[in-house]
Each structure stands twice: as C-alpha cells, then as structure tokens.
C-alpha cells in the first residue's frame, strides 16, 4: 500500500506562506490522484485541492482559490501545496490522501470524503495561522 508522509507544516503569521509536501514511497504516483484536507478543532474534515494523477487536473475550495497552489513531481513522488496569505482559519491539520485511480480516470481527482477507490492517507500537519 502507498505509504503517505506530510511535512512542512508549522507557526505562521496571518499573510506568510507556506509549503506543504506529501512524499509517498511503497508504489509510484503516477497512478495516483492526490488531495489535501483540512481538520481544525471540532470541525469536520474538509477538501482543500486536489490534483489529478496526470497532473492535468488541479481543483480548489472556494475558501482557498487564488491563495494556494497545488502541484507534483511524479518523479519525486510528491505532492506539494503552496500556502500564501494565510488566514486564522486556515488553522488545521493538513491530510494528504492518495486514490489509486484507474488509467482512463487520469484527468480526475477527488476532494470528496469518500470516492470508490482505494484510498491511503498520510498522518497529518499542523498548520496554525496566528500572530
């Protein structure tokens, strides 16, 4: 099973930026569509951005579109989120997770809780936006 690792996480004041990355290892990437979610206190886990396996497709939700970029280098089997103009409430453990995507599917990707493919998740980030 891919083994799925996040890193990059950390203190910052409203307006920095961050990168996160989720480095896999056990299988290649390139059959893989990847997406970061959010957790904050008492909330349900949220999508963030997604990026299809093909690197074609990318998605974002509305409350994080114009500030963060995701992207991936297959042939470092990572996946990266860029963070710019950090909010408060971008405060949350950051989660990437891998859905190994059928080859024809290589131009989805998936932000929803559930999908129909085999699913792996990383350990989570701690990402805190405070002055």
């Known amino acids: 099973q891919l083994q799925l690792v996040e890193s990059g996480g950390g203190l910052v004041q409203p307006g920095g930026s961050l990168r996160l990355s989720c480095a896999a290892s056990?299988?290649?990437?390139?059959?893989?569509?990847i997406a970061w979610f959010r957790q904050a206190p008492g909330k349900e886990r949220e999508g963030v951005s997604c990026?299809?396996?093909?690197?074609?497709?990318?998605n974002y939700a509305d409350s994080v579109k114009g500030r963060f970029t995701i992207s991936r280098d297959n042939a470092k089997r990572t996946v990266y989120l860029q963070m710019n103009s950090l909010k408060p409430e971008d405060t949350a453990v950051y989660f990437c997770?891998?859905?190994?995507?059928?080859?024809?599917?290589?131009?989805?990707?998936?932000?929803?809780?559930?999908?129909?493919?085999?699913?792996?998740w990383g350990q989570g980030t701690q990402v805190t936006v405070s002055s």
């Open positions: 990026i299809s396996s093909s690197g074609s497709t990318t």
């Open positions: 997770a891998a859905d190994r995507v059928p080859l024809f599917l290589h131009t989805m990707c998936y932000m929803t809780a559930q999908t129909p493919y085999s699913r792996s």
């Open positions: 056990g299988f290649t990437t390139d059959y893989y569509a």
